[in-house]
């Protein structure tokens, strides 16, 4: 009974790749050297054919996909980009690097921020002890479209792994404030100056928080003013009238204790100092 169902699997593999094979030979070899590749089945079932050697054979797919990407004269490489990087993923889950090169290949060739997300959180899925896949995600949303949100997500997830490097934390508490998440950035902040033993790290956290409580404060000042203007169809001619008014309880100063700033005529307010030069 056994020898028959190993004969039926043998059989339908053997047709399976002999269609295979038709395929790729109706394939120009001149114009995309090596690219049957991109017709082998997925990762998941083309283990099994490897008779244990599946973790050579993902070296070998590896080294063909970073020539191929490197032929500027493929036009349609970019197709089967996410194909060829999820068989070496199925191939040999711990093998790190083809996820941060397909990534890279995907974010700076493909110019597909969306592709280079799949393959590092691919990554994450089967090394979930890795940050450098959700920290390298949160790199390209911050730097390539400027995507706080996104950024602070990965952030969040790479911060949480451990052996993740310091840097992390800022890099979070700095997407946080970037999408006026404050709460979350002066906790952040906080924490990173309080267990900072770098005096350099120190004061960066320090102007963070500066950074942090003015923008805080500074909203609240403003949204009094318009509540004044509301009230009473101007501006107030100093920030004392919206303590005077009721509209604030008192009036906010910043981090070193310095009152803001602020222009009757544009309602401007800011701070008293340069949060990097005090």
Known sequence: MKKGIIAVILTVSLVAFMALKIKVDTISREKIPGSSI???PSGKYLKYATFGYSSLIADLIYLWAIQY???YSIQDRFHYLDHI???IAELDPRYLDPYEIGAMIAVYEAKDLNL???ILDRGLEKN???WIFPFQAGHYAQMTIKDYKIAQKYYKKAME???APPITKRLYANAAFNVGDYKTAWNSWKEVYTKAKDERIKKIASAHLYRVKAAI????IKEAIEKYKQRFGRRPQAL???VKAGLLASLPRDLDGKKYLYNPQTGEVKAPSNSWKR
Not at 217 to 220: E, G, H, L, S, V
């Open 85 to 87: 990087f999820s068989m």
């Open 240 to 242: 004392s009238q919206l």
């Open 69 to 71: 990407y490197s032929n």
């Open 161 to 163: 792994i451990p052996g």
């Open 217 to 220: 404060d500074i909203k609240t």
């Open 128 to 130: 979930p002890d890795q």
């Open 38 to 40: 991109i017709y082998l």
């Open 116 to 118: 280079a997300f799949k």
